[in-house]
């Protein structure tokens, strides 16, 4: 008994850290229901709104040929750049070589009805795993569209340059 009056001010100091661990420890519990809560509520919320729901979209082949037509005829009025390095790399250097050759063909076929295409009939087949569409618009112009994959294609404009593989 001696012993517990001589370490008396040890003693209170010990019961005191422990109270005060309780207590916090009490309070984090608390906070972290809280929490617990806020984020269920965050999560339902989220969940049951509508802006993060999505409709599957299948796009047929009809709209992807013309999606892939309307881009190239629109670069070769809007960005001879973009429609020449649309072309098959292989393709473009053995028919034009350049740039500026391809940008004289533009110029010299860049016409009314270039302009004011669109698909007559396209055929579809595959090659190696590629969708190629033969195109025809109504004059008869014939473009060749290699799908590598989606939004990503080759486009030749005749079917003897080279061989499309």
Same mark, same amino acid.
């Given at each position: 008994?001696?012993?517990?009056?001589?370490?008396?001010?040890?003693?209170?100091?010990?019961?005191?850290?422990?109270?005060?661990?309780?207590?916090?420890?009490?309070?984090?519990?608390?906070?972290?229901?809280?929490?617990?809560?806020?984020?269920?509520?965050?999560?339902?919320?989220?969940?049951?709104?509508?802006?993060?729901?999505?409709?599957?979209?299948?796009?047929?082949?009809?709209? *992807?040929?013309?999606? %892939?037509?309307?881009? /190239? $005829?629109?670069?070769? +009025?809007?960005?001879? #750049?973009?429609?020449?390095?649309?072309?098959?790399?292989?393709?473009?250097?053995?028919?034009?070589?350049?740039?500026?050759?391809?940008?004289?063909?533009?110029?010299?076929?860049?016409?009314?009805?270039?302009?004011?295409?669109?698909?007559?009939?396209?055929?579809?087949?595959?090659?190696?795993?590629?969708?190629?569409?033969? *195109?025809?618009?109504? %004059?008869?112009?014939? /473009? $060749?569209?290699?799908? +590598?994959?989606?939004? #990503?294609?080759?486009?030749?404009?005749?079917?003897?340059?080279?061989?499309?593989?």
């Amino acid at each position: 008994m001696n012993e517990i009056i001589k370490n008396k001010k040890i003693i209170i100091i010990c019961i005191l850290l422990v109270l005060l661990s309780l207590g916090i420890l009490f309070l984090v519990k608390k906070n972290q229901n809280n929490l617990d809560e806020e984020t269920n509520y965050v999560e339902e919320r989220i969940t049951h709104y509508e802006a993060n729901e999505y409709t599957p979209i299948y796009i047929d082949d009809n709209r *992807i040929v013309n999606i %892939y037509f309307s881009e /190239y $005829i629109s670069n070769m +009025i809007f960005n001879v #750049n973009e429609a020449y390095n649309s072309l098959n790399k292989e393709y473009r250097e053995k028919k034009f070589g350049s740039l500026d050759k391809y940008i004289e063909y533009v110029n010299k076929n860049l016409s009314e009805e270039v302009m004011a295409a669109s698909i007559d009939k396209y055929y579809k087949s595959n090659i190696n795993g590629h969708k190629i569409f033969d *195109i025809y618009d109504k %004059y008869e112009n014939h /473009y $060749i569209i290699k799908e +590598i994959s989606i939004m #990503n294609y080759e486009v030749y404009l005749d079917d003897y340059t080279i061989k499309i593989e």
